[in-house]
């Protein structure tokens, strides 16, 4: 293992969206046992910082791995088309629109049923951004496709944070 490896190599994956998240866990799983400083404290304090180093970057790279959304921005960026979220905003008129839209229900929402609902309508939306993602890195090959929906994705799980927020209230 070499700790530069991206995360696919260090887990021995092919550079994919789709991914099984069981086999993912159970390689997770390996990789700790192998790196896990405990399995290192006969060998000294270099090599169990070593093998910490080792935890954090498996952690790391499995944090990634096994969401969807970090996923599919880690593959944009090993494609060379970074997200930019924080400086560049831009996004179609119409998902500006459809997320203005949103935003008023939630303000003007009275009871949790309503909010449920349209949590609903966002989770819909959110599995079709999830399998156009599929389609461009698996299908298409075209990962500068798949950008615009990884951005849009990163806007509905915002907006699903607050429509939980709001949930809460009610509870």
Same mark, same amino acid.
């Given at each position: 293992?070499n700790?530069?490896?991206d995360d =696919?190599t260090?887990?021995?994956l092919?550079p994919t969206?789709?991914?099984?998240?069981a086999?993912?866990d159970?390689?997770?799983?390996?990789?700790?046992?192998?790196? #896990?400083?405990?399995?290192?404290?006969? #060998?000294g @304090?270099?090599a169990?910082?070593?093998a910490?180093?080792?935890? +954090?970057r498996? /952690?790391?790279?499995?944090?990634r791995l096994k %969401?969807?959304?970090?996923?599919?921005?880690y593959?944009c960026?090993l494609?060379?088309f970074?997200i930019n979220?924080h400086s /560049?905003?831009a996004?179609?008129a119409q998902?500006l629109?459809?997320?203005m839209e949103w935003r008023?229900?939630?303000?003007d929402?009275a009871?949790a049923p309503?909010i449920?609902?349209?949590?609903?309508?966002v989770? @819909?939306?959110?599995?079709?951004?999830?399998? #156009?993602?599929?389609?461009?890195? %698996?299908?298409? /090959? /075209? +990962? !500068?496709?798949?950008v615009?929906? +990884?951005? !849009?994705l990163m806007f509905?799980?915002?907006f699903?944070?607050?429509? #939980? @927020?709001?949930?809460?209230r =009610?509870?």
């Amino acid at each position: 293992m070499n700790l530069q490896d991206d995360d =696919f190599t260090l887990f021995g994956l092919k550079p994919t969206f789709a991914q099984d998240r069981a086999a993912l866990d159970a390689r997770w799983k390996d990789l700790q046992r192998e790196a #896990h400083p405990d399995k290192f404290a006969s #060998h000294g @304090a270099a090599a169990q910082r070593v093998a910490m180093q080792w935890s +954090v970057r498996i /952690n790391e790279a499995y944090q990634r791995l096994k %969401d969807p959304l970090h996923r599919a921005a880690y593959l944009c960026e090993l494609a060379g088309f970074p997200i930019n979220a924080h400086s /560049n905003t831009a996004m179609p008129a119409q998902f500006l629109l459809q997320q203005m839209e949103w935003r008023e229900a939630l303000d003007d929402a009275a009871d949790a049923p309503s909010i449920e609902r349209l949590m609903a309508e966002v989770q @819909a939306a959110r599995k079709d951004l999830l399998q #156009h993602c599929a389609l461009c890195f %698996d299908e298409k /090959n /075209n +990962v !500068a496709a798949a950008v615009g929906s +990884v951005r !849009a994705l990163m806007f509905l799980d915002k907006f699903a944070q607050d429509i #939980h @927020a709001r949930l809460d209230r =009610f509870d």
